[in-house]
Structures are given as structure tokens and as C-alpha cells.
């Protein structure tokens, strides 16, 4: 029998309509509009498309946001004095750098500079540590996504066995912290991790996450195990997707979610969710 399909698409819309109605308590309990700024470095192709959709959503809840587009050869100097300027902006709420920067400016003393309290990517060390000791303001968006995911499908982690494979800041320590957080039994697989296929097979609950296409195969997954994709790669004939062989695991796995329409539009949310808890603040 074949996979349950998580479709991200339609639990996204039934997320983004709850908060679209928590925007709306805010602004009649609070007299308060959360305020989303977003500034993009250079002219990244792929950078400019997730901006573009990251205004849209915002559009569509009722977040306002700005945007700060910013030339390639803007100095390190200029971002930051631009950071400083929204950390103390009292309508914006959320700040949201694009990555990756240009290869001149220094990623990590830029996502230091955001406040920890506008930091809606949940990227700045504080923060991270404070994901790490399970009392955090916001979580990182892909993780939160997953998690938002695997609990729409009511499926429950405590006690169940959780392999996560890639070991980056951004998905795969924080994934796993999640599920830790959640009593999952976590193992964190990546490059040096000997008989791979033989700790897959083990996961109740498989996370992918290395930017690789198609790696994963059938003969990794466990019977009847929830497996989610957060790999988005392009194949040479233009298509997308996932870091998983969607047609072949889909036969084994009992949930699956598909690339595209997985877990990139609960991400998109998740950044929103984070914007409003910063304003509810």
C-alpha cells in the first residue's frame, strides 16, 4: 500500500488562516500590526523569489513589512548601520537577512548584530542556546515546519525512534533538538556516519535533510515509517525535488511528504508565526 501524502499546501492554508486571525486579535487587543523587515544583498535569482513570497505571505495574514534591497557591493559598515537602525525601529518586529550574503560580508557578525529579540530566523547564538535548554521565543523556520507537520498528521514523536540525516545549524541540530524536546530518541546521521542504510531503517520518524537528489532510496526506510523532505534540489531537465526517491519510498513509507508542496510552505509560515510572537511580545 502506498504512502500517506503530508500535503504541506493544504495544512499551510489552514495555519496561515489561524494566523491571520491572530494578527487581527492583536491589532484589536493590542492596537498592535506585527512588522516584518526583510533585507536582500546583491540580485541572487533564488534570493529574490523567496523575498518576493516572503512579502506575499505577509501580505496575505496581515503582516506589514518592508524591504530593504540592498546593491552586491554594499559594505559590511553599511549593513550593519542598517541593522542597528531596524533593531531600534519600534514598528518592526521581525528582521529577516537573506542568505547567503555576498562572499565579502561576514554572515555571522551580521545575524549577531539582529536583536535576539527580532531575530524571527531564530539564527542568533542566544537563541540557538536557548533551543538547546527547551525555553526558546522562536524556533527556526524549517524545523518548526516539520514539527507543525508531523503534528497535523497526528502523529506522535515520544518514544519513537528519530533518524535525522545532515547535521547543518539551520535544519539538522535544531531538528533534532525538536524532536528531542518532543521524547524522540534522536540519532543525527551525516557524511562520516557508518552503515547509514542500517540506522535509517531504524527510524519510526526520517528527516532529510543534505541537499542531495533522490538519496534516499527504499531499501533505507523502515515499513510504515513517516518520512519528510526537506531537500530541494533541480535536476538538469529543470525539475525539482527532494533529497528523498519520492516514487520509490512512497511504497514503503507510511507518510511521506512530496517536494515541491511539502515542508517549503510550512517554512514560508513559520517565519510569520515567529513576526507575530515578536510583536505579541
Same mark, same amino acid.
Given at each position: 500500500?502506498?504512502?500517506?501524502?503530508?500535503?504541506?499546501?493544504?495544512?499551510?492554508?489552514?495555519? =496561515?488562516?489561524?494566523?491571520?486571525?491572530?494578527?487581527?486579535?492583536?491589532?484589536?487587543? @493590542?492596537?498592535?500590526?506585527? /512588522?516584518?523587515? !526583510?533585507?536582500? +544583498?546583491?540580485?541572487?535569482?533564488?534570493? =529574490?523569489?523567496? !523575498?518576493?513570497?516572503?512579502?506575499?505571505? *505577509?501580505?496575505?495574514?496581515?503582516?506589514?513589512?518592508?524591504?530593504?534591497?540592498?546593491?552586491?557591493?554594499?559594505?559590511?559598515?553599511?549593513?550593519?548601520?542598517?541593522?542597528?537602525?531596524?533593531?531600534?525601529?519600534? &514598528?518592526?518586529?521581525?528582521?529577516?537577512?537573506?542568505?547567503?550574503?555576498?562572499?565579502?560580508?561576514?554572515?555571522? %557578525? +551580521?545575524?549577531?548584530?539582529?536583536?535576539?529579540? $527580532?531575530? +524571527?530566523?531564530?539564527?542568533?547564538? @542566544?537563541? !540557538?542556546?536557548?533551543?538547546?535548554? #527547551? &525555553?526558546?521565543?522562536?524556533?527556526? *523556520?524549517?524545523?518548526?515546519?516539520?514539527?507543525?507537520?508531523?503534528?497535523?498528521?497526528?502523529?506522535?514523536? *515520544? #518514544?519513537?525512534? *528519530?533518524?535525522?540525516?545532515?547535521?547543518?545549524?539551520?535544519?539538522? $541540530?535544531?531538528?533534532?533538538?525538536?524532536?528531542?524536546?518532543?521524547?524522540?530518541?534522536?540519532?543525527?546521521?551525516?557524511? =562520516?556516519?557508518?552503515?547509514?542504510?542500517?540506522?535509517?531503517?531504524?527510524?519510526?520518524?526520517?528527516?532529510?535533510?543534505?541537499?542531495?537528489?533522490?538519496?534516499?532510496?527504499?531499501?533505507? !526506510?523502515?515499513?510504515?515509517?513517516? +518520512?519528510?523532505?526537506?531537500?530541494?534540489?533541480?535536476?538538469?531537465?529543470?525539475?525539482?525535488?527532494?533529497?528523498?526517491?519520492?516514487?520509490?519510498?512512497?511504497?514503503?513509507?507510511?507518510?511521506?511528504?512530496?517536494?515541491?508542496? #511539502?515542508? /517549503?510552505?510550512?517554512?514560508?509560515?513559520?517565519?510569520?508565526?515567529?513576526?507575530?510572537? %515578536?510583536?505579541?511580545?
Amino acid at each position: 500500500m502506498s504512502a500517506k501524502i503530508i500535503n504541506g499546501k493544504e495544512i499551510s492554508a489552514k495555519v =496561515r488562516a489561524q494566523l491571520a486571525e491572530e494578527v487581527r486579535k492583536l491589532e484589536e487587543e @493590542q492596537g498592535t500590526t506585527p /512588522g516584518l523587515a !526583510v533585507v536582500i +544583498v546583491g540580485d541572487d535569482p533564488a534570493s =529574490r523569489v523567496y !523575498v518576493n513570497n516572503k512579502k506575499k505571505d *505577509c501580505a496575505e495574514v496581515g503582516i506589514y513589512s518592508e524591504e530593504y534591497a540592498l546593491p552586491a557591493e554594499t559594505t559590511q559598515e553599511e549593513l550593519i548601520a542598517l541593522i542597528d537602525k531596524l533593531n531600534s525601529k519600534t &514598528d518592526i518586529d521581525g528582521i529577516l537577512v537573506q542568505l547567503p550574503l555576498p562572499k565579502h560580508l561576514d554572515e555571522k %557578525a +551580521v545575524i549577531e548584530r539582529i536583536s535576539p529579540d $527580532k531575530d +524571527v530566523d531564530a539564527f542568533h547564538a @542566544q537563541n !540557538v542556546g536557548k533551543i538547546m535548554i #527547551g &525555553d526558546y521565543k522562536f524556533l527556526p *523556520c524549517t524545523p518548526a515546519g516539520v514539527m507543525e507537520l508531523i503534528r497535523e498528521c497526528g502523529i506522535d514523536v *515520544c #518514544g519513537k525512534e *528519530c533518524v535525522v540525516i545532515g547535521r547543518s545549524n539551520i535544519v539538522g $541540530k535544531p531538528m533534532a533538538m525538536l524532536l528531542l524536546h518532543s521524547n524522540g530518541t534522536v540519532t543525527i546521521c551525516h557524511s =562520516r556516519t557508518k552503515d547509514l542504510k542500517e540506522v535509517c531503517r531504524r527510524a519510526d520518524i526520517l528527516v532529510v535533510a543534505i541537499g542531495r537528489a533522490n538519496f534516499v532510496t527504499a531499501d533505507m !526506510v523502515k515499513e510504515g515509517a513517516v +518520512v519528510i523532505d526537506v531537500g530541494m534540489n533541480r535536476l538538469e531537465d529543470g525539475k525539482l525535488c527532494g533529497d528523498v526517491d519520492f516514487e520509490a519510498v512512497k511504497e514503503v513509507a507510511g507518510h511521506i511528504t512530496p517536494v515541491p508542496g #511539502g515542508v /517549503g510552505p510550512m517554512t514560508r509560515l513559520m517565519l510569520l508565526k515567529n513576526t507575530i510572537a %515578536a510583536a505579541a511580545r
